[in-house]
């Protein structure tokens, strides 16, 4: 089955940097991969997607790659502010994904201190 | 963009009560809903994928006769935690699809709480 490695629980950056996380899957490759921002009690909100037939995708201060071979996507996050702290998840389809249903990583936890 | 709205936020119940958490979609019409799991600190786990007029499907391991799901119309989807036992108490995610659009547009509820004394 499809198993999701987000590699840092938790990342802690100061303001201004860029952050980085990391996502990486193990077996078949998805036809598309997402990245969802979830704050404390809260349900997940979807930030970006990005198929395999893309390299990079952009949206204002984000970034994220998709690296098929690499089996790997990263996640950036430019010039970041103490607001986007908060937990970073990577999703990509489930099997018989057609449907639509997801499968998580356990998330990133990223903390920007002012 | 579409809204998801979930209710209760939160829930608090005895040991043995059933608990029914609703899942709306606000402005469009959701022929798929999907039911997440999740316990601090991990990822959410997909419990069960409703289409609208039929039998959920649910993931190995979750009991569908605990975990009641109806999905009557194109804008509800209801959970309900039969004979809810402290091991239940967990965060439950809501998730919906709505009608003709790719697989992956899903949008997510806010979440219920659910803890069981």
Redesign the interface.
Known sequence: SQK?EQNS?ALNIQEGKTATLTCNYTNYSPA?L?W?RQDP??????LL?IRENEKEKRKERLKVTFDTTLKQSLFHITASQPADSATY?CAL??YG???????????TKLSVKP | GAVVSQHPSRVICKSGTSVKIECRSLDFQATTMFWYRQFPKQSLMLMATSNEGSKATYEQGVEKDKFLINHASLTLSTLTVTSAHPEDSSFYICSAKAAGTAAEKLFFGSGTQLSVL
């Open positions: 999701i629980e598309y997402q969802y009690g809260r349900g997940p909100v979807f997607l998840l389809e489930g994904g057609s449907q639509g249903n997801l499968i998580f990583g356990k998330g």
